[in-house]
């Protein structure tokens, strides 16, 4: 139900920019996170879009340099990456939930997008 696009290759201090979209309206009863999983890592949460109009948070290593946000009338959320480095490189996955509060863990989102691979390298 959920589909990323938008990963691939980029040189450190580039910019690329993630969409998720959702297949089945509407979107905006689910938050939507934005996790990361490098080769031999856990998958983290780098950021956040809470229900409806959406409070956003944000992993200490993107703060200011990422941005999520989100369009219910178009059902897609969006990870602006900015300032991009070589340890942003990693496989970018969105998921959504029903469930409130600031949830990291992944195992509280009950969809997955496939994922979409990004790569920070000179």
């Known amino acids: 139900q959920l589909e990323e696009s938008g990963g691939g290759f980029v040189q450190p201090g580039g910019s690329m920019r993630l969409s998720c979209a959702a297949s089945?309206?509407?979107?905006?009863?689910?938050?939507v996170g934005w996790f990361r999983q490098a080769p031999g890592k856990e998958r983290v949460l780098v950021a956040r879009?809470?229900?409806?109009?959406?409070?956003?948070t944000y992993a200490d290593s993107v703060k200011g340099r990422f941005t999520i946000s989100r369009d219910n009338t178009k059902n897609t959320v969006t990870l602006q990456m900015n300032s991009l480095k070589p340890e942003d490189t990693a496989i970018y996955y969105c998921a959504a939930t029903r469930k409130f509060g600031i949830l990291r863990a992944p195992e509280m989102y009950e969809y997955w997008g496939q994922g979409t691979q990004v790569t920070v390298s000179a």
């Open positions: 089945r309206p509407p979107f905006s009863p689910y938050a």
């Open positions: 879009a809470s229900q409806g109009v959406g409070h956003f």
